[in-house]
């Protein structure tokens, strides 16, 4: 069984911080997602990966195989950002069972 | 492209009674996942589903929780009777292939059992 772990759980953070969010796993994977759940529970997906770096926006994701550990950064941070982050990892077994961290609630202060 | 509908948004019940949530995943999509996502915890797997077929249970209380997906398109998830733990967040979540694809996620149902 993965176990996924991330870190901070809660961040504060003034508006323009450079934020990270990291995410660690215990067992090999298939892929990486990285998910946004605002207040009332809907959840978007913002990153799918397998390897190396992805970005979107202000958004970037990386991944280190090796180490079994990836972040989400946010750059010029915005209160719109405040949200709950997920880590989600799926397996390697040929059925993409996705295992959760418990989230990083990120706040940012105008 | 409309994205996974569920409903109802939000649910309040008494213990003992029964609930029904609904959801229709992104068209064409093969892979459909109920989650319950208890407060300040990551959503669990209850099901998944493959097209019409059950790929893993493992995780679903089968003696109070149901699902089907008839047709392989939408799908209920059934709470029978309902009891106080049961309160969460319902995710209905579905990804074009089983593997390494993208899940989209719908807005989910937040039960209350009082």
């Known amino acids: 069984k993965n176990e996924v772990e991330q870190s901070p759980q809660n961040l504060t953070a003034q508006e323009g911080e450079f934020i990270t969010i990291n995410c660690s796993y215990s067992v090999g994977i298939s892929a990486l997602h990285w998910l946004q759940q605002h207040p009332g529970g809907g959840i978007v997906s913002l990153f799918m990966?397998?390897?190396g770096k992805k970005k979107h926006g202000r958004l970037i994701a990386t991944i280190n195989i090796q180490e079994k550990h990836s972040s989400l950064h946010i750059t010029a941070s915005h209160p719109r950002d405040s949200a709950v982050y997920i880590c989600a990892v799926g397996s390697n077994f040929g059925n993409e069972k996705l295992t959760f961290g418990t989230g990083t609630r990120l706040t940012i202060i105008p | 492209e409309a994205g996974v509908a569920q409903s109802p948004r939000y649910k309040i019940i008494e213990k003992r009674q029964s609930v029904a949530f609904w959801c229709n995943p992104i068209?064409?999509?093969?892979?459909l996942y109920w989650y319950q996502q208890i407060l300040g915890q990551g959503p669990k797997l209850l099901i998944q589903?493959?097209?019409?077929?059950?790929?893993?249970d493992s995780q679903l209380p089968k003696d109070r929780f149901s699902a089907e997906r008839l047709k392989g398109v939408d799908s209920t998830l059934k709470i029978q009777p309902a009891k106080l733990e049961d309160s969460a967040v319902y995710l209905c979540?579905?990804?074009?292939?089983?593997?390494?694809?993208?899940?989209?996620f719908g807005q989910g149902t937040r039960l209350t059992v009082v």
């Open positions: 990966l397998s390897s």
């Open positions: 589903f493959q097209n019409n077929g059950v790929v893993d």
């Open positions: 979540a579905s990804s074009l292939l089983r593997t390494n694809t993208e899940a989209f």
């Open positions: 068209s064409g999509h093969a892979t």
